[in-house]
T-cell receptor, first 116, second 113 residues
């Protein structure tokens, strides 16, 4: 069964600092991996996805993530945080097999705070 | 742009009421999902539908049912609302294999009193 662990339920950075949000996955088959962002009182928006092409994936708003099979990780980074990046971020892995195909398992979320 | 529309942003219902949460998508997606979101627990899948009239239980289906009579509409039903069903409910849709990810609605915050 697939699972996702996000390390750190809260991350705080200064504006202009590096953002690093950690995600480790467990999957018995090559996974498809996603990062979503949720702004207050809104639904989730897709930031980026890994679907077995390039291991370094670029997304919207300057975010990127690197798939590392040996570490079973898919960490999200942004070189320079902006106040507008403050939100909750979710990592997800796609389930595979039978009618599970297409269902996502989500991590518990990481709340990113950006302070001036 | 694919849009997923949830009929209500905020709902307040009484214990024991039957509650309907409606979700409509406009991109002809095969798959539709209902999740609930609670602090510290992330998103948990309630029900999933991969075709009209087809449904599958998710991880926490107890106390819920669903209906999908048309491809674009997926309804979540709380048969007899209880206070522990107070939560944020998120609807999502995707293509059949889901490999492009989901498109989410804005959510319905349900309070059961």
């Amino acid at each position: 069964a697939q699972s996702v662990t996000q390390l750190g339920s809260h991350v705080s950075v200064s504006e202009g600092a590096l953002v690093l949000l950690r995600c480790n996955y467990s999957s018995s088959v090559p996974p498809y991996l996603f990062w979503y962002v949720q702004y207050p009182n809104q639904g989730l928006q897709l930031l980026l996805k890994y679907t077995s092409a390039a291991t370094l994936v670029k997304g919207i708003n300057g975010f990127e993530a690197e798939f590392k099979k040996s570490e079973t990780s898919f960490h999200l980074t942004k070189p320079s945080a902006h106040m507008s990046d403050a939100a909750e971020y979710f990592c997800a892995v796609s389930r595979v097999g039978g009618t599970s195909y297409g269902k996502l398992t989500f991590g518990q979320g990481t709340i990113l705070t950006v302070h001036p | 742009d694919v849009k997923v529309t949830q009929s209500s942003r905020y709902l307040v219902k009484r214990t024991g009421e039957k509650v309907f949460l409606e979700c409509v998508q406009d991109m002809d997606h095969e798959n539709m999902f209902w999740y609930r979101q609670d602090p510290g627990l992330g998103l948990r899948l309630i029900y999933f539908s991969y075709d009209v009239k087809m449904k599958e239980k998710g991880d926490i289906p107890e106390g819920y049912s669903v209906s999908r009579e048309k491809k674009e509409r997926f309804s979540l039903i709380l048969e007899s609302a209880s206070t522990n069903q107070t939560s944020m409910y998120l609807c999502a849709s995707s293509w059949y294999r889901g490999l492009d990810g989901y498109t989410f609605g804005s959510g319905t915050r349900l309070t059961v009193v």
